[in-house]
């Protein structure tokens, strides 16, 4: 099991920053990666920015050069830094903590909301 618990999240004007975290806890040494997606209303969930055990980061196109996703080991915490915010940003963003062996399982966070308005 793997509990996530993220923060971070909030109002902020265009062109702002906010830098999320995402705690892990519990199997930690099972993680194989880590990853943001976010979920706008009315629209799927998508991919934001992904890191493995490995340190390999992969972001969206819609993200490349705002956003950097990032981690501290010793912390067992994932950030992603956001800047150059609009409000097409706008979303609840959520943390996820995927296991590949002896099967895949996916590990959720709550999710934390952020707003990009004037």
């Known amino acids: 099991q793997v509990q996530l618990v993220e923060s971070g999240g909030g109002l902020v004007q265009p062109g702002g920053s906010l830098r999320l975290s995402c705690a892990a806890s519990g199997s930690i040494f099972s993680i194989n990666a880590m990853g943001w997606y976010r979920q706008a209303p009315g629209k799927q969930r998508e991919l934001v920015a992904t890191?493995?055990?490995?340190?390999?980061?992969n972001s969206a196109d819609s993200v490349k050069g705002r956003f950097t996703i990032s981690r501290d080991t010793a912390k067992n915490t994932v950030y992603l830094q956001m800047n150059s915010l609009k409000p097409e940003d706008t979303a609840v963003y959520y943390c996820?903590?995927?296991?590949?062996?002896?099967?895949?399982?996916?590990?959720w966070g709550q999710g934390t909301q952020v707003t990009v308005s004037s």
């Open positions: 890191i493995t055990r490995g340190g390999d980061t």
């Open positions: 996820k903590a995927s296991i590949l062996f002896p099967r895949r399982i996916d590990y």
